[in-house]
């Protein structure tokens, strides 16, 4: 199992920037990738990037493609969501999520097996 604990959301007025970090702790070395998810109100958890542990392959939904970055660090197991031109729509839970095995897709909930408790993000218009 993995332990993942997510910082750096806050309130930011549209436009501005952000940037999330996710430390994993425990059986770190099983993890094939890490993603974020976000959840808004009322809304389903829903798909927002991911990247391969080893490769650094990264992937991102379309409504944050050019606007989002995601990176790691292996020697200090901490993936980051780096977050630009933010808009009010991109308020949401942010969470963190581990896969210990190869995954399908990368954009779905089921194939993370590990999640942190999410971190709020607003952004103010």
């Known amino acids: 199992q993995v332990q993942l604990v997510e910082s750096g959301g806050g309130l930011v007025q549209a436009g501005g920037s952000l940037r999330l970090s996710c430390a994993a702790s425990g059986r770190t070395f099983t993890t094939y990738a890490m993603g974020w998810f976000r959840q808004a109100p009322g809304k389903e958890r829903e798909f927002v990037s991911f990247i391969t542990w080893i490769g650094g392959d990264t992937y991102y939904a379309d409504s944050v493609k050019g606007r989002f970055t995601i990176s790691r660090d292996n020697a200090k197991n901490t993936v980051y969501l780096q977050m630009n031109s933010l808009k009010p729509e991109d308020t949401a839970v942010y969470y963190c999520?581990?896969?210990?095995?190869?995954?399908?897709?990368?954009?779905?909930?089921?194939?993370?097996?590990?999640w942190g408790q999410g971190t709020q993000v607003t952004v103010s218009s």
């Open positions: 999520a581990a896969a210990s095995f190869r995954i399908r897709s990368g954009r779905t909930k089921d194939e993370y097996d590990s």
